[in-house]
């Protein structure tokens, strides 16, 4: 069995799997030894407990029975049971240890085989957990419990081919079946084939099973959330919503469900839901860092810095390698201006995980920022160590180097980022910029073939191209009531720093000067802009 989801509590689904009634040893083929409950020595309660579903009185009642004076075959099954218990509680070991005794009093008990077999696998150890599930199905052929056991471990090794396989031949066992070992429910089955269906991308099918095991058990809460992560990866919010909705109608305290549905209003730009469903994950489980990091990032976009970073410092510190919070908390402080404490926060990142490119490049851009263009550089170069075919690490390394170096060679990286993404209609301007430093002719109006001409920064794009575009034509592009304050901001930024950069081509300095300032005192920290005004006024000797 697979562990549950972050977030979940131990359910009859999550347990169903061989838990078993200490009768049915009579009917097991393999062994040939029969027992009557009632002749044994250990009370009544003793047997309740070691059968139920509870299963810390699995444990109490099983522990019971094995220091009585018990049959074999008894000693057997509470071993079996007590090692099913442990397994759901997380104690691999126990649960190995207790199936290791039950194998050794009777070697052809296919259903310890099988407990084992899922403790072996939640200690990660698939190649045990395989041969024990292979066990469990020679041994009990006509068995459902057995396939879907050894489904869970094809999953767990990727085979998700072979996982549809067993799951498919459990379904068509389980209306046969009429065995006496307990058979949990089919919608679980169900579930569990969807899952491997989603690991072999075939995700209309995946949805369908998890439809049926929710037709079959309309209040199994899982269910609901694992549709509702395919809805969601679809980009259905709506229907993903409504099945995390449902999951937390029927399990109040499943944080997880609240986390995952916040994400999607967070998607949909409902900040305000987002936030307060990242709060009941926390309340619900308060060590859950995902939804610390997730409620940063509400704040953030909500404006509120200061909150942001507090919240992705929460995460942090309960759990200091989680490595995106220090990575939104290094953006945080870059849009503060705090570009010391976002560069230690990308030191941090980059010690964690040294093979993210993407690292490399922010802390370059976070060095540019501040001036320094030869550290700014040193991090664009491992980056495309790291990654060669990376446009955004050509594109930064052109602007350190247009400012740090020489137009030459930001005209070459400018080139190199465009060869590889010839649709990004900031790395057309930025090219520009660099061939009219370079004394190279411009290909501006050949960019305006690959880009899309209506979406933004187009208008600026034709403004390099004919001249005949002025600051404050392209400035209407900004009447959008669609449009977020934060972006508006970003669009006047953008229109005052590359107007600046079109009077300088032109010799008109005292014309860029002003419009370089509004840009370095307007732009959010975060845009190249920002950075390329402070460059420029620095140059002009108007810093």
Known sequence: MQPSLSGTHTSTHARRRLAIDITLLAAVTLLTVAVNPSQATYLPADWEDCRSDDFDRVIAGCTRMLESQITQIDRAVALTNRSNAYRLHGDYDRAISDANDAIRIYPDYVLAYANRANAYLGKGDVNSAINDANVTVHGAPTYPGGYSARADVYRAKGDFDLAVIDDTTAIALAPKYSGLWRWGPLAAVYADRARALEGKGDYDRALADYTEAIRLDPNYARAYVL???????????DHAIADFSESIRINPKYGYAYNARGNN????????????????????????????RNRGLVYAKKGNRSAAITAFGEAITANPNFVTAFESRAESYVQTGDFDHAIADYDAAIKLKPDIAGYWIHRGATYVSTGNFARGIADYDQALNLDPKDPAAYFSRG??????????????????ALALNPKDSYTALWRDIAAQRDHQPSRIADSLGAVDTKGWPAPLLRLYATGQLTPEAATAGTDNANLSAVARQGRFCE??????????????KDSALPLLKKAAADCPQDFVEYAGAKAELKLNGAE
């Open 399 to 416: 602007i350190a180097n247009l400012y740090g170096v020489s137009a030459a060679k930001a005209l070459a990286d400018f080139d190199s």
């Open 265 to 292: 209003y967070y998607a949909k730009g409902d900040y305000d839901r987002a936030l307060a469903d990242y709060n009941d994950a926390i309340r619900i489980e308060p060590g859950m860092v995902d939804a610390m």
């Open 227 to 237: 549709r509702a992560n395919i809805y969601s990866a679809k980009g259905d919010r």
């Open 495 to 508: 229109i005052n720093f590359y107007s600046a950069e079109l009077q300088l081509q032109k010799g008109a």
